[in-house]
């Protein structure tokens, strides 16, 4: 176990910069995801905790001592790979015991922690079996028994699951929750999917461009998003946003009153979000139903308001057809106010 | 449909048949001389009328002039072969896997001036060849053809597993690091064992390309106790009155190991060999 503390890092691959000054913090056991869209630097920053990437500028430390200079086998950590990178000529159980083999472990030792993470992770019956004899979820579990096996300082994570169909991606979202629980290893995660940051995570690092967009809980990120980036990139279905201009404690947008609790000066054009849970049903915005989609528990409606299409979710059954004109009360606890400019909360 | 198939098929079997005409004949003429008599060999038939194993028996009892070094020059043809293919083998692999998993500085040069020596014939090497290996004093030593195959063979060889070598996925050397292996560890249990298949194919390639040399064999060494039994063989020429009965049996003889190895490595050969040959 152990704190990671990333110190102000950048990078470039020749004259293309991608990492702009990180700094981050990671709490000995804590679970922290790193998300953000394709391209945003995430992989390159697990990749120089792994010691796989060279460090541009800054400093990374481990448990207090900085590992810049270190190679990747002197910094204990562990990784899973997204393409689970197992090696074909070893069995499973020897390609869990592979990092002990080359520590030069006893046989005994070595067997004995197989077997342990084995058993953790279901993989008993698969221990003699090569990694081509093995489905998807089955190898993911040998790349992350792979990692069990070490008991390393830091676990790092790069997009394990996207190799995998829906279904057992949440089994396995579920399980590697699981194993963190019952390990409490300090674990670095990097994945392009919100959900499993969401649901993941004891916190955030949202990232776009080189940069830390906001950091926090799930749930923070989710009430208080930081800026426009992160109010569009976290929650699903993604928030509605669209121009308007404050005025009198309201947002006038899209020909009607929007209201909301935050401030800003009269007369300044700002963005206006909102979530599409965040809609009551009765007396307020006129909204034409376009589209209807149930999903059963909830239903989905996208609506058209003044020449904009917005989502909206309701619990249960909606009566609504296409073509109906419904009128929608924006709650306005939960709207928020970004400045048009520069995209960050009011 | 069908039509079209057959059609296809067809041509096929135009272009197979010439060629397995073309493969086949001189072998069965060689086999043909092999099991005649001496004054039944030219008659022209395509079948003697007395079959005969004779000619292998004097072969095997080294009992012609030109065959008393015959166990000892098919031992060397061996022995210089196996050699050759081994240290090229080395030689190859120990390049290949640090130009394309360590990325040495340098590799891509290397890489040019393999592909560079393609340019020049290995005849045209044949003379300087001979001095260098005058000047080291290896002239009739059987070293002398067994470097001189290497240098052949090495450049060819190295570009096949460097291209081979590209097609590991990079994550299996990153994983390997994590891990915790040494460079020599990455080589020694992941390189190697997935490298298998193009090292079997390399391997036989510089054996069988050093079995088949006659040029620098013929240049390099002289001494009857020294020559590989493709020397031994031409021997046999130096008469007006060759005893081609005898040739053309030792012949199917030196024919036949290339054979055995070919079949028995065939599934690495064409796998191997063409591995990295085209990009995926
Ligand atoms: N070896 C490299 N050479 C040059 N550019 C690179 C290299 N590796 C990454 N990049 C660039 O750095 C940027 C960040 O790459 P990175 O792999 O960290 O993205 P990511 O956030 O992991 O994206 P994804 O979700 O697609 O995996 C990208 O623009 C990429 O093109
Ligand atoms: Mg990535």
Known sequence: ?346 | MTNRKLLSEAKLWLVAIPVLLWTLIPIYHIFLFSISTKDSAFSGRLWPDHPTLHNFVTVFKQEHFYLHHFWNQIWNSLWIAVAAGAITLAIATCAAFSISRLKAKGGRTVMNAALFTYFIPAAFLAVPMYKAMGTYGLLNNRWSLVLAMVTLAAPYAIWVLKQASDKLPWELDEAARIDGATPLQLFRLVYLPLMVPSLVAIFTYALLLTWNEYLYAFLLLSHENTIPLAVGLGHFLASDDSPWEILMATALIYGLPPAAIYYAFRRYMVGGLTAGAVKS
């Open chain 1, 1 to 346: 176990m152990a704190t990671v503390v990333f110190d102000s890092i950048f990078k470039s691959f020749g004259s293309t910069k991608v990492l702009h000054g990180i700094s981050l913090d990671i709490a000995n056991g804590e679970f922290m995801v790193l998300v953000g869209p394709s391209g945003c630097g995430k992989s390159t920053l697990l990749r120089m905790l792994a010691g796989l990437e060279d460090i541009g500028g800054g400093t990374i430390a481990i448990d207090g001592r900085v590992v810049n200079d270190l190679d990747s086998k002197d910094r204990d950590i562990a990784m899973v790979f997204q393409s689970y990178a197992l090696y074909p000529h070893m069995t499973v159980g020897e390609n869990m015991g592979f990092s002990l083999r080359l520590r030069n472990d006893e046989r005994k030792r070595i067997e004995d922690r197989v077997a342990h993470a084995a058993r953790i992770l279901n993989l008993e019956p698969y221990l003699k079996r090569y990694p081509r004899e093995l489905s998807g979820g089955q190898r993911q579990r040998v790349a992350m028994g792979r990692a069990i096996v070490r008991d390393p300082k830091v676990f790092l994570f790069d997009e394990p699951l996207s190799n995998l169909d829906a279904k057992l991606r949440v089994a396995m979202r579920a399980e590697i929750k699981a194993l963190h629980q019952r390990l409490k290893t300090t674990t670095v995660y990097v994945t392009h999917d919100q959900v499993e940051a969401m649901t993941m995570a004891d916190r955030i690092a949202v990232m776009n461009d080189g940069r830390i967009e906001q950091l926090g809980r799930p749930l923070e990120l989710y009430d208080r998003p930081a800026n426009l980036f992160v109010a569009q990139f976290i929650g699903s279905p993604a928030m509605n946003v669209f121009d308007g201009t404050y005025r009198n404690g309201a947002v006038e947008a899209l020909g009607a009153r929007w209201p909301c609790s935050a401030k800003a000066h009269e007369g300044q054009p700002v963005k206006y979000g909102i979530r599409p849970v965040h809609f009551d049903f009765g007396s307020g915005v006129e909204a034409e139903v376009v589209v209807v989609e149930p999903m059963g528990a909830e239903t989905e409606l996208v609506v058209k308001i003044g020449g904009q299409s917005l989502t909206v979710a309701t619990h249960g059954r909606s009566p609504a057809a296409p073509g109906d004109r419904i009128s929608l009360a924006p709650n306005a606890k939960h709207a928020h106010l970004f400045d048009a400019a520069s995209g960050a909360r009011l």
